[in-house]
């Protein structure tokens, strides 16, 4: 459970910055407004603004911007940077692939400033409008390029705004540091966000050879073109094609929350050259991406066609730190001399591994060896009408229904391990919980029934939601809210909670919890799936890197109390502390455009480091082989013990039987595994293999026709299991009908 408003969807509108930008103001009739703004404020003509803005976006013909032959240069053994001293961009040279990343192709733009005005307008500025740009050589690997007195309109004059930001070479075959070092507004202005740089290495659609690299949920790549395929394109093409032109072509995308960005990484290939990205100060950063788009779906406002090539490009969008600069930002970028969306995964991975993030799940069983129990086995959640209900009879059932429901899911469903989440039992609503409530059974018959369980490879833990704060729930104290913004406007249910108090409410209630159950884990609901957000409440204010400190010191907490746990959706900065999630599965979600080619980025990065749970319920089909080839674990979710019960095959112990005969072995075999590799055979979205550090692989053919994958003859929409003990198993996913004619 989290808040259910899709950040892209939320984000859409601030797609097109600067000229382009502006095209939104027009529809308004001037600056384009934020909901603070004051309706007297003063506007220019309809007719003027769409002149000037029309008139400034002629130049956007996806060419590249001109680099002067005076341009500052730095370089070392793999790369040449080169700054151009009049208008501040900078182009990066791949030396061993002989590549040439340029600046925007657009409109020439350094970076995009977005600030509120005084009177709570939004203004997207070009910092290429700067009246004075200073390129200057700080040293011999570093160059520092300042913009002051930003130009506004004609009639508005300059702005005393602007920035500096900091270009570095590390070593003689490191990466480029880029840094903003600082944003300057005036002191009734605030700042909103910064694009900087601005889509670097913009590949153009049908023209370049190449893909973006996204994080998106578990990982995506975007082609930039499939007209040159010798395969027919494996795609939706009403989404594929039509996406771009309309909004979906436009995203920003938030790192770490629900549906987003997953890690703070992103890529672009072009021919043999991989410009791969680390995005070091994560915490109030987006990723925008134009997804083979020429913001059409921002002139079609104004009933006009967009003047730009359609391009595909990631920059990194600086967020305003409770509405100030607050302090620097960085990202790194390094050109991958193996390439691919392989080796971008690979390369975050030694970074994560070099700022110690990446534990792996072999050192967590170390910490809790009862963690080694669960692997390859299902995680079984089931409800019994909690958080929404406390004790609600149609969902209620027993301690020792718990327990004949543990003998039937190792007897007739075959698991020989399990995670066992149920939802029920308390007497609080969350954020509380503790105690537990009678109607399910005595506390002996509870301790009895976690220690039958755990004899059997079964654990046992119960739903807890710190996060959340409902309206019915009679410890639903408002004060206690965290309020996204100034005017007091506060998250939904799930979400709603500020982190400021999930270590009390932790504290409160854990340890009563193992006394009275003797869990030896933890489930913690929404802690990873809600986004990382400030709260503008004056008794407990946060920006975000303090909300990121919240939710740590709670997840550190809970493994000091001797527990392992886990959360709803991955998130990279909690593989430390967290053992295992929900919505890990190797989809990439239902975006038009980033769901068509998914590839399991995350798993390559920290499939050893936490066991990834797919969708709710496994159902034969493709779904559910890529999750197997990608080492992911499988849930089933029952919404109360009478649907496990029931004849159906959907939540049932029907459908649970039939899926679970074909992952535990594998999913045991491959749980601690790094997963090494995963690469296409052919065409993208064709045959493909995954390699696993033990030894094991998986060969995959997902189209509907008979395939050869490594030398291997696959039947359509199959897979195969080869474990590195020499055992093999194939299965193909059976759709169909039982019809009986009377």
Not at 157 to 174: D, F, I, N
Not at 569 to 594: D, E, M
Not at 677 to 692: A, Q, V
């Amino acid at each position: 459970m989290s808040d259910t408003r899709n950040p892209i969807e939320l984000s859409r509108r601030h797609f097109l910055a600067g000229a382009a930008g502006a095209v939104a103001a027009v529809a308004a009739g001037g600056e384009t407004a934020s909901a603070q703004e004051a309706p007297n404020s003063k506007q220019e003509s309809r007719n003027t603004k769409e002149a000037e803005i029309l008139g400034a976006l002629q130049p956007g013909s996806g060419r590249p911007v001109p680099i002067g032959p005076d341009a500052l240069r730095i370089e070392n053994e793999v790369m040449r940077v080169q700054v151009d001293r009049t208008g501040g961009v900078f182009r990066l040279v791949d030396k061993a692939a002989a590549e040439t990343w340029e600046p925007d192709p657009w409109v020439g733009a350094p970076g995009i400033l977005v600030l509120q005005s005084p009177g709570g307008g939004r203004r997207e500025i070009n910092l290429r409008q700067a009246e004075e740009i200073s390129v200057v050589r700080a040293a011999d690997a570093i160059i520092e390029i300042s913009f002051r007195r930003l130009r506004l309109s004609a009639a508005e004059g300059t702005l005393e705004a602007g920035g500096k930001t900091r270009l570095t070479l590390v070593g003689v075959r490191g990466p480029l540091r880029v840094e903003v070092l600082d944003v300057r507004y005036p002191p009734d202005w605030k700042l909103v966000e910064l694009e900087y740089p601005c889509r670097l290495g913009a590949l153009r659609t049908d023209v370049d050879e190449g893909y973006l690299i996204v994080p998106y949920q578990q990982g995506c790549i975007v082609p930039s073109t499939v007209k040159n395929w010798k395969q027919l394109p494996r795609i939706k093409t009403w989404s594929w094609d039509d996406g771009p032109w309309m909004e979906h072509g436009a995203a920003d995308v938030r790192i770490y929350g629900w549906q987003v960005a997953s890690l703070p990484m992103f890529g672009l290939v072009k021919g043999k050259s991989t410009l791969a990205a680390i995005i070091e100060t994560e915490d109030d950063a987006s990723l925008r991406l134009v997804l083979n788009s020429n913001g059409q779906h921002v002139f079609s406002r104004i009933g006009r066609l967009s003047p730009y090539a359609r391009l595909a490009a990631t920059s990194p969008l600086w967020l305003a730190e409770r509405k100030q600069f607050g302090y620097s930002r960085s990202v790194l970028y390094e050109f991958l001399p193996d390439g691919g969306y392989v080796a971008a995964a690979k390369h975050y991975r030694r970074y994560a591994r070099e700022h110690g993030l990446l534990v792996t799940l072999r050192e967590k069983i170390e910490r809790t060896p009862a963690l080694d129990k669960i692997i390859g086995g299902p995680w079984v959640n089931l409800g019994g009408g909690y958080p929404y209900y406390i004790d609600h009879p149609l969902y209620r059932f027993t301690w020792n229904d718990a327990r004949k429901f543990v003998d039937d899911l190792l007897g007739y469903v075959g698991a020989q391990r399990a995670l066992l989440t149920l939802w029920i039992g308390y007497q609080h609503l969350p954020p509380d919980s503790y105690p537990f409530h009678p109607a399910q059974g005595s506390l002996d018959e509870l301790r009895g029934l976690v220690q039958y369980a755990a004899r059997r490879n079964v654990l046992i833990n119960f739903y807890h939601g710190l996060p959340a704060l409902l309206e019915d729930a009679p410890n639903a104290d408002v004060a206690r809210a965290r309020k996204s913004n100034a005017q007091g406007t506060m998250s939904q249910r799930w979400g709603r909670h500020c982190p400021r108090f999930f270590l009390s409410y932790a504290q409160k209630n854990l340890p009563a919890v193992i006394r009275d159950s003797g869990i030896l884990c933890d489930y913690e609901d929404i802690l990873t799936a809600a986004g990382l957000g400030e709260c503008w409440d004056s008794q407990h204010p946060l920006s975000r890197r303090q909300d990121r400190a919240c939710r740590e010191e709670t997840m550190k907490y809970i493994a000091r109390l001797g527990l392992f746990c886990g959360s709803e959706w991955p998130a990279g900065y909690s593989i430390p502390y967290l053992a295992y999630f929900r919505n890990g599965h190797a989809g990439a979600g239902s975006h038009w455009i980033l769901n068509q080619h998914p590839v399991p980025l995350f798993n390559l990065v920290f499939k050893d480091c936490a066991l990834m749970y797919g969708p709710f319920f496994p159902l034969p089909g493709l779904e559910m082989i890529r999750d197997l080839a990608a080492g992911c674990h499988f849930q089933l979710t029952m919404q109360e013990i009478r649907q496990y019960y029931a004849d159906g095959f959907r939540e049932s112990r029907v459908g649970a039987r039939a899926s679970v005969r074909l992952f535990q072995d594998w999913l045991r075999a491959t749980g601690t595994a790094e997963l090494v590799t995963h690469e296409f055979l052919d065409e993208l979205n064709g045959p493909y293999r995954t390699r696993f550090s033990d030894g094991s692989e998986a060969l995959v053919n997902p189209t509907t026709e008979l395939r050869e994958a490594a030398k291997q003859q696959l039947p359509p929409e199959s897979i195969l299991l080869r474990l590195a003990d020499g055992r093999q198993l194939q299965a193909a996913a059976k759709v169909g009908w039982d019809v009986e004619t009377r």
